[in-house]
């Protein structure tokens, strides 16, 4: 079992920068491939980025490639997403949530892969 907890949510202005963190409660933390995924007012749960159990391989949607960074500290169970450049289109809930058996990018940019989920952190970005 694993507790995820998001936060650094908040308003930004147009190009503005972020960082959002999520901590993990229970063991193995490193086991988990992590993902960051959002939802917009009136849209589906989208992809956004996701960090494999050591660090070392990351994907990305293709509207944050770029801008967006997804990295992890297992010592400390958490992972991070640093969003900088953020623009309106950007404004969403952010979700983090852990899968245990990942295997290619595929399963890591599918929402139905993740066992465990956070709350949600919302991101506001104004124009």
């Known amino acids: 079992q694993v507790q995820l907890v998001e936060s650094g949510g908040g308003l930004v202005q147009t190009g503005g920068s972020l960082r959002l963190s999520c901590a993990a409660s229970?063991?193995?933390?490193?086991?988990?491939?992590m993902g960051w995924f959002r939802q917009a007012p009136g849209k589906e749960r989208e992809f956004v980025a996701a960090?494999?159990?050591?660090?070392?391989?990351?994907y990305y949607a293709d509207s944050v490639n770029g801008r967006f960074t997804i990295s992890r500290d297992n010592a400390k169970n958490t992972v991070y997403l640093q969003m900088n450049s953020l623009k309106p289109e950007d404004t969403a809930v952010y979700y983090c949530?852990?899968?245990?058996?990942?295997?290619?990018?595929?399963?890591?940019?599918?929402?139905?892969?993740?066992?465990?989920w956070g709350q949600g952190t919302q991101v506001t970005v104004s124009s």
């Open positions: 949530a852990a899968t245990g058996a990942p295997s290619n990018r595929q399963m890591y940019v599918t929402a139905r892969t993740y066992n465990y």
């Open positions: 229970g063991r193995n933390f490193s086991l988990y491939g």
């Open positions: 960090i494999n159990r050591s660090g070392g391989t990351t």
